[in-house]
C-alpha cells in the first residue's frame, strides 16, 4: 500500500537550535516527494521536492531535506529555528503517472519555544 | 502571482443543506484537487480532475460530488451536509507533471450545524 508516515505528531525545539522532522514511504513507483508547511489558517505552501539527482535538496526558508533510498526516507532538517517557523509539516508522495493523486502524511506540528 | 482561490473563509451551514464550495485557478492547471483536512489525520484527497468534465474518487468520495464545466473552475459539492463534514476544505491545482508541486488555496472552514 501506498503511504506516508510522519512519526511525530509534536515536536518543540529551541529557537537557534536544530531542527529534522521525519518521513517514511511507501510508494511502488519512483516518487516525488514534497514538503509543504502550513501556517495557522492558511494554505499550504511547497518547501522543496526531490525526484532525482542529488540526494540533499534545499528549499525555501532555509530548509534542508535528504532522501534516503535505502531508508524510505525523506527527512526535513534546518539548522537554526527561528520562532516564525511554528506551523504544520506535511510531507507528501506522488509521481507523474496519470490519474494519481499526492498522499500527505498527517503532519509534524512545530512549536518553537525561546 | 499565480492563485488558487477559494470563495470562502469561512461557512457555516445547516444539516440537510446543499452546499457548494467553488475553487478557481489562474495557472490554466490540468489538475484539480479537493482534500479535506481534519486533526490528526491530516489531509485526505475526496475528488481530484485531471481535465474538464473529467473526475476521479480519492479516498473519501462519499457524501461528495465535483463538478468541473470550465479547466478554472472545481466546484466540490456537498449534496446534503451532515455534522461529520464539518472540516477545512483545502483545493489544490498542478499542471499534468505533478513535479512542480501543488499549489493552494487558502482553504475554506466549513461548519456545519
Known amino acids: 500500500a501506498q503511504s506516508v508516515t510522519q512519526p511525530d505528531i509534536h515536536i518543540t525545539v529551541s529557537e537557534g537550535a536544530s531542527l529534522e522532522l521525519r518521513c517514511n514511504y511507501s510508494y511502488g513507483a519512483t516518487p516525488y516527494l514534497f514538503w509543504y508547511v502550513q501556517s495557522p489558517g492558511q494554505g499550504l505552501q511547497l518547501l522543496l521536492k526531490y525526484f532525482s539527482g542529488d540526494t540533499l535538496v534545499q528549499g525555501i526558508k532555509g530548509f534542508e531535506a535528504e532522501f534516503k533510498r535505502s531508508q524510505s526516507s525523506f527527512n526535513l532538517r534546518k539548522p537554526s529555528v527561528h520562532w516564525s517557523d511554528a506551523a504544520e509539516y506535511f510531507c507528501a508522495v506522488g509521481s507523474n503517472q496519470a490519474g494519481t493523486a499526492l498522499i500527505f502524511g498527517k503532519g509534524t506540528t512545530l512549536s518553537v519555544s525561546s | 502571482d499565480v492563485k488558487v482561490t477559494q470563495s470562502s473563509r469561512y461557512l457555516v451551514k445547516r444539516t440537510g443543506e446543499k452546499v457548494f464550495l467553488e475553487c478557481v485557478q489562474d495557472m490554466d492547471h490540468e489538475n484539480m484537487f479537493w482534500y479535506r483536512q481534519d486533526p490528526g489525520l491530516g489531509l485526505r484527497l475526496i475528488y481530484f480532475s485531471y481535465d474538464v468534465k473529467m473526475k476521479e474518487k480519492g479516498d473519501i468520495p462519499e457524501g461528495y460530488s465535483v463538478s468541473r464545466e470550465k479547466k478554472e473552475r472545481f466546484s466540490l459539492i456537498l449534496e446534503s451536509a451532515s455534522t461529520n463534514q464539518t472540516s477545512m476544505y483545502l483545493c489544490?491545482?498542478?499542471?499534468?507533471?505533478?513535479?512542480?508541486?501543488?499549489?493552494f488555496g487558502s482553504g475554506t472552514r466549513l461548519t456545519v450545524v
Open positions: 489544490a491545482s498542478s499542471p499534468p507533471d505533478k513535479f512542480p508541486g501543488y499549489t
